[in-house]
């Protein structure tokens, strides 16, 4: 690669960690407290060796619970850290990681920055790699602190659980880069990738299911997989990172020819056989500086070359190009107004989140009687479980955890911690879908519609009504999962779920609120739902002061189902704020500048 083609890495780097300041270090504190709350937890709940080798015996066991932590491998609070936090801190880090470098790379292009920042002395490859070392930096940082958290439960196993996260992270970050420059919108990058990262979940969970060991070959495709096989704290395999080393090298010369070839008229050389345009490209002509085809001599002919002029594309000149075409809408349509186009929008995603809620459901319904005969007669994995579910039914009190009505209460718990989980979760999807209008509007999309007769109020209630229509939607499935893969009382499942919705939807319409009033710092909707998000995982875990937990909408709902009889006076609030919240967003939109 030529030094030229770097020109400009340094600056861009600066600019990236620059616009990242505040995102960064939230997702890398997020990442590495997963993991560091973890031997807290385990040391309160589990005091002696016997119990800890107990619970190896009983999860090895057990392979619901194996295909949603994988196999344990010693019993030490180390290995049983990287048991329990290792694949989600690696899940997180991987999500950490496509953020990054979609943001700084597909993302410039679509927003149409790139344009301007190629206009200087910048190299082709310098925004890739500038995205690369910010995702590295960052990984590099949960690395840093993970082994350095866990070093007095040993050196080695620090260091590998934190090398295994951080190369996991970087895995996606490389395989996000080959998604940013194969698409043509950060929407589908980022779609592409997190399908990748949810297929190694899948692929780990169906291994391990079948393994006691994790030998099966499907934990063997799974990067995931790769992860748990380092053995952090339990005489660690070193040269399984050297998979990932692999892994990462290839994916980044992958990403670096396609960034080499693609938008230059090149790119038709890089599969082998005919010369075959994609038909979307096929018409459009060539850069006027590179699209010098050579032509086939005959004997005695001169050489010579053809150039044509290239015509603007949409006002970007193929800067926004890529190798999997977005695919046009109808010629005559069925949109029928804005509404019809945030659907259209934002179906796809809401059909992952629907899937992937439904699915989880199951799983995790499926899984509740296993998890109340793993508690067994532990009292203060029971005492957590419970802090986090809510406490014994009215009628079972003082029930012990081997009579009926005991084991009732610790299933209702587990069922309440697990719609809780949906509910943190859930806030992920509804700040995503109010952080659509950002997008639009700084994508330069809005602009055009709203010069139409189409009021702001109209175009943006069209996307919040995906946005919050959508969380009744996901969390509905999510009932319906957890009921019939418990097989028990369905409705209940659901009635738990949906009770999640008031607090969803306040993080919802202080996104809206955000986006409304202070489009530039919309972007803090993710900070304060990964606030509420550790609050509710890792809060009840860490036994924080009731002032903090209050904090978080989340704390406020009852804990359903069992323990508490349902009261209406906290979710009426809730909803009250959330719809305060929404009414001054859509106002201050209404009364502001666009950023076009």
């Not at 997180?92 to 920042?117: C, D, K, N, P, Y």
Request: hydrophobic share 50%; aromatic share 6%.
């Amino acid at each position: 690669m030529k030094g030229r083609q770097l020109a400009g890495t340094a600056a861009l780097l600066r600019l990236a960690l620059r616009r990242d300041r505040v995102m960064m270090p939230v997702w890398i504190l997020a990442v590495a407290s997963m993991v560091l709350a973890v031997p807290a937890s385990l040391e309160s709940m589990y005091t002696t060796a016997a119990e800890r080798a107990a619970l190896l015996t009983t999860m090895n066991s057990n392979g619901s619970l194996r295909a949603l932590y994988g196999p344990v491998f010693a019993d030490s609070i180390g290995a049983l850290t990287a048991w329990k936090g290792g694949v989600f801190a690696g899940l997180l880090a991987g999500i950490m990681s496509l953020v990054i470098v979609v943001r700084h790379t597909r993302e410039e292009e679509e927003a149409g920055r790139q344009e301007f920042l190629s206009a200087a002395m910048v190299g082709r490859r310098a925004p890739l790699t500038a995205a690369l070392l910010a995702a590295g930096a960052a990984n590099l940082l949960v690395a840093l602190l993970v082994a350095a958290g866990l070093a007095g439960r040993g050196a080695g196993g620090a260091l590998g659980l934190g090398l295994s996260i951080a190369a996991t992270g970087m895995l996606f970050a490389s395989a996000a880069a080959v998604a940013a420059q194969c698409t043509e919108s950060a929407r589908l990058a980022k779609g592409l990738t997190g399908a990748l990262i949810g297929a190694a979940f899948v692929l780990r969970a169906a291994g391990d299911a079948g393994s006691a060991d994790g030998s099966s070959a499907l934990t063997w495709i799974s990067p995931l997989g790769w992860l748990e096989h380092v053995r952090a704290f339990a005489d660690e395999r070193w040269w399984v990172l050297a998979l990932f080393a692999a892994a990462i090298a290839a994916q980044t010369a992958g990403a670096y020819a396609l960034a080499g070839r693609r938008d230059l008229g090149r790119l038709f050389r890089i599969l082998p056989g005919p010369w075959r345009p994609a038909p979307h490209l096929a018409a459009l002509p060539r850069h006027p500086s590179t699209s010098r085809t050579r032509q086939p001599r005959q004997h005695g002919e001169a050489r010579h070359r053809t150039t044509r002029a290239r015509p603007a594309r949409s006002g970007r000149d193929g800067l926004g190009m890529g190798f999997l075409a977005a695919r046009p809408g109808r010629a005559e349509g069925r949109l029928t107004g804005a509404g019809a186009l945030a659907w259209r929008l934002q179906r796809g995603a809401l059909l992952g989140w629907s899937l992937g809620f439904l699915v989880a459901g199951a799983v995790f319904g499926g899984m509740a009687d296993g998890a109340t005969r793993l508690v067994g007669d532990n009292a203060r994995t029971r005492e957590l479980i419970e802090r986090m579910g809510g406490g014994a039914p009215e009628g079972s009190g003082g029930a012990g955890v081997g009579s009926a009505g005991g084991q009732l209460a610790l299933t209702d718990a587990f069922l309440a911690t697990m719609a809780g989980m949906f509910g943190l979760v859930a806030a992920l999807y509804i700040v995503s879908s109010v952080l659509r209008l950002s997008g639009e509007e700084s994508g330069q999309r809005a602009e055009p519609l709203l010069a139409h007769p189409l009021g702001r109020l109209r175009w943006a209630a069209g996307h919040l009504a995906v946005a919050f229509g959508g969380s009744v939607l996901i969390l509905l499935l999510a009932g319906l999962g957890l009921g019939i893969g418990h097989g028990q009382d369905v409705g209940a499942a659901v009635g738990a779920c949906l009770a999640q919705l008031p607090a969803v939807w306040v993080i919802g319409a202080f996104a809206t609120l955000l986006y409304g009033a202070a489009p530039r710092y919309a972007v803090a909707a993710w900070g304060v739902a990964g606030a509420a998000l550790a609050l509710g995982w890792i809060g009840p875990a860490l036994n924080l002061p009731r002032a903090v937990l209050d904090l978080s909408p989340y704390a406020h709902l009852p804990k359903l189902p069992g323990a508490q009889a349902l009261t209406w006076a906290p979710l009426l609030t809730l909803t009250a704020c959330a719809v305060a919240f929404g009414a001054a967003g859509l106002t201050a939109l209404r009364r502001r500048d666009l950023m076009t």
